[in-house]
């Protein structure tokens, strides 16, 4: 009777977490002729930095009116899409939101009306009292600016973001779990955004510099479970401690190392420990047994030891081996880019281990989709990779484009022809086969840039 029981309150447990994982999204659309509305992730799961791009459909009916449910496992911020505009919403389990979007004049207005609407309206607030404010002069200076002094101006800016927060939520009816959510997201946001914009190969081992980066600590359970920025710290963090962030990095073995340091703690321990658990889960029985024993040593959350064992019984599931895919290595770059010519290439040198290129692919799939059915071709180049380990981060962060994995001649013929010091290295190459930037912006500022190569108008 016990196990009945037991099994029945099980049961009724995993169908509130479902339940509690989802949240309705109701509105209306004006002055469109689209008929369907897109939303998915913006960026990386907070506990496994997993790319979540999965895109949920929902028609829109004839009186623009609309409704889905969306699966929402903690607050994240999600891409709305319609047509070829797109705004960025947060979300939260169970926080249900109606939105009203306006097509009018060929730019997407998105506001939220009723509970829950800060989760929507907050962002359109910031967005036009604090980023709209700043100048192309201001992100040109920042980007000049030595590693101390722009990791001040960004802790100058949450500043500012902070007290508009303030004087907004005094104005307004504020999620309590949402403003904590915000207040530990900037908090380590300016260190976040230095390590990933700014600390190259050079500086990686750099004392002085991770000091700076480590200032706020690594013991805060909230982030661990919650803040994508927290953890990409930590992995800088331990990959410091380990080897002094070199790459490529052997994850079993630095499982051991995390095991036998004890560097972390608390939850901020257990998530590391899953994460790097998510990367060994395609990996042989043997490596994955041995790394699993520590994983079960160090990790108590019953959450977390559910999705790694998830993770590797999906992958034994699905039987994939991607050892056998072949890839043509055969080609030059100059054969490469001349595939292309006629179409402005914009290049990405990439690696499954660098993790400021895995960070920065949000960017470049909402880059790819502003620019669909323009002359433009999103071209990925595998830096110093291995071929499995390529292969499975393509899988593991769906990155749509043309793929090509360098051999090592075409590396040191790359590093020369686009001075690459570091990666992740962008590049653009117009429609007539120039280079025109051996060192282009980074996904999420090189819209203009390639809008006036192509040759089309907004």
């Keep these: 009777m016990k196990s009945v029981l037991f099994s029945i309150t099980l049961f009724f447990c995993f169908c509130l977490q479902a339940v509690a994982e989802q949240v309705v999204i109701k509105g209306v ?25 999965k895109r949920h459909e929902t028609t829109i009916g004839s009186d623009g009116s609309f409704s889905i449910v969306l699966p929402v496992r903690r607050i994240s911020e999600w891409i709305v899409e319609l047509g070829s505009q797109t705004s960025i919403i947060h979300l939260s389990p169970q926080k249900d939101i109606i939105i009203n979007l306006d097509f009018k004049g060929g730019e997407l207005v998105m506001s939220a009306s009723g509970p829950n609407s800060e989760y929507v309206n907050y962002d359109i607030f910031i967005r036009k009292e604090y980023y709209s404010k700043l100048s192309r002069e201001y992100y040109r200076d920042l980007r000049k600016l030595g590693i101390k002094d722009y990791l001040q101006a960004k802790k100058e800016g949450v500043e500012k973001i902070k007290g508009l927060l303030e004087t907004y939520k005094r104005n307004n009816d504020f999620d309590p779990e949402y403003y904590k959510w915000l207040i530990t997201l900037y908090k380590y946001f300016p260190y976040e955004r230095t390590l990933v914009e700014y600390v190259s190969d050079g500086v990686r081992d750099d004392p002085e510099v991770n000091e700076m980066l480590f200032s706020e600590g690594f013991n805060d359970d909230y982030a ?4 994508v920025a927290y953890n990409n710290l930590v992995e800088h963090y331990i990959h410091y401690k380990y080897n002094g962030g070199k790459f490529p990095l052997n994850i079993a073995k ?46 108590n959350e019953r959450y977390l030891i559910k999705m790694e064992a998830d993770q590797r019984a999906e992958y034994i599931a699905s039987g994939h081996i991607l050892e056998k895919v072949v890839i043509d290595q055969s ?21 499954s281990w660098c993790g400021p290129c895995r960070l920065e692919m949000p960017n470049a799939a909402q880059l790819k989709n502003r620019l669909k059915d323009k002359d433009i071709v999103f071209l990925y180049l595998g830096y110093k990779d291995s071929k499995v380990n390529w292969l499975t981060a393509q899988q593991e962060i769906t990155i749509d484009g043309e793929h090509y994995l360098l051999t090592d001649e075409m590396v040191e013929e790359a ?30 500022y090189v819209y203009n840039d390639l809008l006036e190569l192509i040759g089309s108008t907004q």
């Design 331 to 351: 080609l030059s770059l100059a054969d490469i880019f001349n595939k292309y010519k006629g179409k402005v290439i914009y290049i990405d040198f990439w690696a």
């Design 224 to 227: 661990a479970m919650n803040i």
């Design 254 to 299: 630095l499982i051991e190392f995390m095991d036998r340091s004890q560097l972390l703690s608390g939850k901020t321990e257990e998530v590391k420990f899953t994460k790097l658990m998510y990367n060994l889960h395609k990996s042989d029985d043997s490596t994955y047994q041995k790394a699993l024993s520590l994983f079960n040593k160090n990790v």
């Design 29 to 53: 659309v004006k002055n469109s002729k689209d008929s369907v509305l897109t939303f998915y992730h913006n960026g990386f799961d907070a506990i496994t930095r997993e790319m979540l791009l």
């Design 415 to 444: 590093n020369k022809l686009f001075n690459i010091m570091g990666i992740p290295h962008y590049a653009i190459i117009d429609k007539q086969g120039d280079l025109v930037e051996k060192s282009a912006k980074q996904p999420r």
